[in-house]
């Protein structure tokens, strides 16, 4: 039996078909193409993205045992430097892939040993001295030379990418990762990751940009971005005053407004939770990065507790409670009875039951695992991000709004994905303008998935943000390499190119010389037939990448075509639009608007005599649009 048949029997056997199903979906779809016809001289970079929290290891383990039977026998599965991260995955690959020879960052010998009798993982932590010894332990083996290396890279966007490409150096991690790919003839190099934004921004030159792209989706069950940041807040998110999470960004003063709210509903729902067979139910406040904030809050969640304790037997208190049950009930209709849960909250007051636990720079997750049983209150910054996972995570309280926000580390922070929670007694409770952050990077986000999943290989991505929202941060991007286009500025090549004068006219031929409104599949055909002789004048590639973005998050989108013909215009003029043009196309700053010039080509005016079209876009909105295919 093979490798991935045993995987997906040990899956089923334990009771969940459906994951088995996906899994294997993904395989049929990646290893025919890309794995079986791997060359065995050749070093390939590939992605696979999934949503933050859907499942990503089990297709990873899936992918290997496929490869396995392919005939890679030796592979290296990569987690952020995290001791505790790093032994959960040694653990889990120990207990998923009991046909493999799973060995852990000291397992030097015991790899030795196997000597490719069966395929081997090393789990190992992106940490410098753990990459450089493997190195040497990979060169100094007498089978590794001649066998390809399959390294599955997890969160392969955190520390792996060259921070240094700006300063024409290397960065250790990256350069440690390299030296490793080079210690055998030839590798596949997966990349996972649910925020792929700055993989998708990485160059051919930079030796990371994927050759191919795939995409699975989450499991039945699954609640991530269209299920929290739809366009308009679902009921189980609570939007608290803008003015206190400003505020509380510049001082040390707690919100009063929403928290003690939020408290209340993460206790009632615990409270229905375990009195309905429940182990665990957790509630998390992500405050700003500094430390002493957090000792703030939890000294606050403390004394409203205490506050409780005290009072729930007064009709202040309780009536308090009474609302904020009504408020859950509205999702959660068969809640059990408010007595019932009142009388269990009081009791576990009593007995100091709920756990209130800071996870920061300070007191790490690995340290302080009692979130895994119990009613508990996380409080915590940065290190609530890749990787941590609570179970039966409920109620979060947002007030943290960066002042330079990035997309991939935003989204990366959002613990309320997953599967393990009730939908119906879910709440989050955050400032509007950060539910519009989200939303914004939720609508990116399916545009990213709809463009790898329309593309051949998944690879000409483009993505785009509201102006102040960056896709990732600065220092893993070639800014010589990296093309940023602004909604609304007006773009025109200097040296514009036809492909077929005749076949624009033809595209063209039934809009007389005035404005409008088209399909965006139209708009795409017409900019299929230009160009401009250089791309630092004008990339035609990107603009046409752009439209599909916004085919792929709308397939009937609609831009605007204005139709100018006889234009008697100068080669290499400072401007292209007529005044009365320019304004037009302003007149609708939230769509795709392609000003279409046909000029004379009058040789006065620099042209060689032949009429040809130039081309003016603007794209829509005041969003930043990010290409990485420049160059």
């Known amino acids: 039996m093979s490798y991935l048949q045993s995987y997906l029997d040990r899956i089923r056997g334990k009771g969940n078909p459906a994951l ?253 939770i375990m009195l309905n067979g429940g182990t665990v139910c957790n509630f998390l406040i992500h405050p700003s990065m500094k430390t002493s904030q957090h000792s703030c809050f939890a000294n606050k969640i403390g004394n409203y507790l205490n506050e409780i304790s005290h009072s729930h037997n007064e009709a202040e208190t309780r009536e308090t409670f009474e609302r904020a049950y009504e408020s859950l009930r509205e999702t959660k209709t068969d809640i059990l009875p408010f007595e019932q849960i009142y009388g269990f909250i009081a009791e576990q007051l009593q007995e100091d039951k709920i756990g209130i636990l800071m996870l920061n720079s300070i007191v790490s997750y690995d340290e302080n695992t009692q979130y895994e049983k119990g009613i508990n209150v996380i409080v915590g910054g940065n290190s609530l991000g890749r990787g941590v996972t609570f179970p039966q995570l409920q109620t979060i309280y947002y007030c943290r709004v960066a002042k330079s926000p990035q997309a991939d580390t935003m989204w990366q922070h959002a613990r309320m994905f997953g599967y393990d929670r009730d939908p119906c007694l879910l709440r989050v409770f955050m400032p509007p303008k950060l539910f519009k952050l989200f939303s914004d990077i939720n609508r990116t986000n399916n545009s990213i998935i709809k463009q790898i999943e329309n593309s051949s290989n998944g690879c000409d991505i483009k993505i785009f943000y509201p102006t102040g929202l960056k896709p990732t941060r600065k220092n893993v991007l070639d800014k010589k390499a990296v093309g940023i286009y602004s909604g609304g500025v007006n773009y025109f090549p200097f040296y514009p190119v036809n492909k077929d004068v005749a076949s624009i006219d033809m595209l063209l031929q039934s809009f007389g010389d005035d404005l409008y409104t088209v399909s965006l599949k139209l708009i795409k055909k017409v900019m299929a037939q230009l160009d401009s002789e250089t791309t630092d004048d004008w990339n035609a590639k990107a603009f046409i990448g752009f439209v599909n973005t916004l085919l792929a998050t709308d397939p009937t989108a609609q831009g605007k075509l204005i139709v100018r013909r006889n234009r008697d215009i100068g080669k290499g003029t400072g401007t292209l639009l007529s005044p009365t043009d320019r304004n037009l196309g302003d007149t609708y700053p939230d769509d795709l608007v392609l000003t279409m010039y046909k000029i004379t080509g009058n040789k006065a005016k620099g042209w060689d005599g032949t009429q040809l079209w130039i081309p003016n876009i603007k794209l829509p909105g005041d969003c930043a649009y990010y290409t990485g295919e420049t160059i």
């Open 20 to 272: 088995a199903d996906a899994i294997h979906k993904t395989v049929e779809d990646i290893v025919p193409q890309y794995i079986s016809n791997f060359s065995f001289t050749d070093h390939v970079v590939s992605l696979l993205v999934g949503d933050v929290q859907s499942g990503k290891t089990s297709h990873m383990f899936g992918l290997m045992c496929a490869a396995a039977d392919e005939s890679f026998m030796n592979f290296v599965l990569l987690t952020t430097d995290n001791i505790l991260l790093q032994q959960q995955t040694y653990q889990r690959a120990q207990r998923d892939l009991c046909d493999f020879c799973v060995c852990d960052e000291n397992d030097y010998l015991k790899f030795v040993q196997n000597n490719l009798h069966k395929p081997a993982v090393i789990v190992l932590k992106k940490n410098t001295s753990v990459l450089k010894q493997w190195k040497n332990n990979f060169s100094s083996t007498n089978f590794c030379a001649g066998n390809p290396l399959f390294i599955v890279d997890d969160e392969a966007d955190a520390a792996s990418l060259n921070t240094q490409v700006n300063r024409n150096k290397q960065s250790t991690i990256n350069k440690n990762l390299e030296a490793i790919k080079k210690t055998t003839s030839s590798s596949i190099y997966m990349q996972v990751t649910g925020t792929p934004q700055s993989i998708l921004l990485q160059t051919a030159k930079s030796g990371w940009k994927p050759y191919f792209i795939y995409y699975f989706r989450p499991g039945k069950g699954y609640m991530g971005g269209d299920f929290f940041f739809p366009p308009e807040p679902p009921k189980q998110v609570i939007l608290t005053d803008n003015d206190e999470a400003e505020e509380l960004l510049n001082d040390d003063e707690l919100p009063e407004n929403g928290l003690k709210t939020a408290l209340i509903m993460h206790l009632i729902s615990s409270g229905h």
